[in-house]
């Protein structure tokens, strides 16, 4: 994933760099906020349990499309995948209006220099001045933005049907995951050759299905082995540094897709607005995104890790698509 809301602010001029940084700033507070909020606003569902509003708008709707989508793949990996394409398709026409409101801003950049120099000893006139033209040519500062800052909830939202399937994927009540956590604790049923403990995740539990499928069924008949296993991989494991296997691969793989996607994108931009990133730019995104990856990779399901590669892999080739498109849709403008 990149961060395209703080592409370009460099060649800015220097009191618009910094009213568009405290606006982002505050909207990023904004959305932090609504999401702590949506996340202890507490009340009970319809099996008695308590969850959240969060849960209820954003990760119940994700977790029925992502068994909607296993249920006809019954491959939880090529779901991950599906479900990535999914979401970029939605937040595609917000993309491309994010990507076109870049370049109208880079556009502006000459006459924001202008005024810059106009008014260098009157900051208010010049944002005043700022604001009309910004009017005047149908631009907000802000709206590269907004992709990134939709983006975030989704990753959050995510995460629940990967770490909890039993939850979210199987629709279990707490008592009957406890049920099964008992009766595999009794049958002395083993993951990896590590038994099942009192204290085992869910994921855990879903990848001892496989095995012991017949000794939980009873318990709902929601219940279902899932299949975990992609292109070799089990992708309710967590890597480990103390034994290496295929999915240790994912989060490195991670890493250099962010890293790819992070230049790739920045080279389009250089290559489209004919402008340079400054080294400081460069240098944070260039290893930011690879860095989270990594701690991304090694703390969570592999689930997690492919559905970020799946990100980036898919965000390479939208940030090629809306590149051409607004090329095109230029050029058909400048002919008419």
Not at 55 to 66: C, Y
Not at 257 to 271: A, G, H, P, R
Not at 290 to 296: G, K, L, Q, R, T
Request: charged share 15%.
């Amino acid at each position: 994933m990149s961060l395209p809301c703080i592409k370009g602010d460099k060649q800015m001029p220097k009191v618009t760099q910094k009213r568009t940084r405290g606006r982002r700033v505050l909207i990023v507070l904004a959305m932090a906020m609504m999401i702590c909020m949506l996340l202890t606003s507490c009340y009970t569902d319809g099996n008695g349990e308590t969850t959240n509003i969060f849960i209820a708008v954003l990760v119940r709707p994700f977790a029925f499309i992502l068994r909607w989508i296993y249920d006809w793949t019954q491959s939880f990996g090529w779901s991950l995948i599906l479900f990535t394409l999914f979401t970029r398709l939605i937040l595609l026409p917000l993309n491309i209006k994010s990507k076109q409101g870049m370049a109208e801003m880079q556009a502006l950049q000459p006459k924001l220099k202008e005024l810059e120099k106009k008014y260098k000893n009157d900051q208010q006139r010049y944002q005043e001045e700022a604001a009309k033209l910004y009017k005047k040519e149908g631009v907000s500062p802000m709206s590269g933005c907004l992709p990134t800052l939709l983006t975030l909830p989704v990753m959050f939202a995510l995460y629940w049907p990967i770490s909890q399937p039993m939850k979210y994927l199987m629709k279990l009540t707490a008592s009957q995951i406890s049920q099964v956590r008992e009766q595999l604790v009794l049958i002395g049923a083993k993951v990896d050759g590590v038994l099942i403990a009192a204290n085992s995740s869910e994921m855990t539990l879903v990848q001892a299905l496989s095995n012991h499928f017949a000794d939980v069924s009873f318990i709902s008949e929601n219940i279902f082995p899932m299949n975990l296993q992609f292109l070799g991989m089990d992708l309710g494991a967590v890597p480990s540094f103390t034994k290496f296997n295929l999915i240790f691969l994912l989060p490195i793989i991670s890493a250099v897709t962010s890293f790819l996607l992070t230049q790739f994108t920045t080279w389009l931009q250089e290559k489209t607005t004919g402008t340079k990133s400054t080294q400081q730019n460069n240098a944070m995104m260039k290893w930011m995104m690879p860095i989270i990856s990594i701690w991304i990779g090694f703390t969570l399901p592999a689930g997690l890790t492919l559905y970020w590669i799946a990100c980036n892999v898919i965000g390479i080739l939208q940030e090629l698509f809306i590149t051409y498109y607004l090329k095109m849709k230029k050029e058909k403008a400048s002919s008419k």
